[in-house]
């Protein structure tokens, strides 16, 4: 498992797939150059350093369903599995199901 570091978020993102009516799967690449907005929490830093060096603590925590910036992040391979590094501004929304 990676542990991220300071106020960094690790994201598995969601799949999305789309069935034409000739039963053909087009997988999430071939819309928007493969980025999707929406994944799951799965790893989580600390969080940030104050000015005064309070730690601020983290607003999402393992487990939560995202949505961030498409572009926000580096794309990481670990394990042979795709994840996203961001930082915890780049999160728009938790998704409250």
């Not at 929406?38 to 830093?45: A, L, N, P, T, Y």
């Not at 104050?50 to 925590?61: A, D, K, N």
């Not at 670990?78 to 501004?89: G, N, R």
């Amino acid at each position: 498992m990676l542990k991220p570091m300071d106020a960094r978020v690790v994201i598995k993102k969601a799949t999305k797939q789309e069935q034409t009516e000739s039963g053909i799967i087009l997988p999430d690449t071939i819309n928007e150059a493969g980025q999707t907005a929406q994944g799951e929490v799965i790893g989580v830093g600390p969080g940030s350093r104050s000015l005064t060096g309070e730690l601020i603590p983290m607003s999402v925590q393992v487990g939560d369903v995202i949505i961030y910036q498409k572009f926000a992040g580096m794309e990481v391979v670990h394990k042979h599995e795709d994840l996203i590094v961001i930082m915890e501004k780049d999160i728009v929304a938790v998704v409250d199901e």
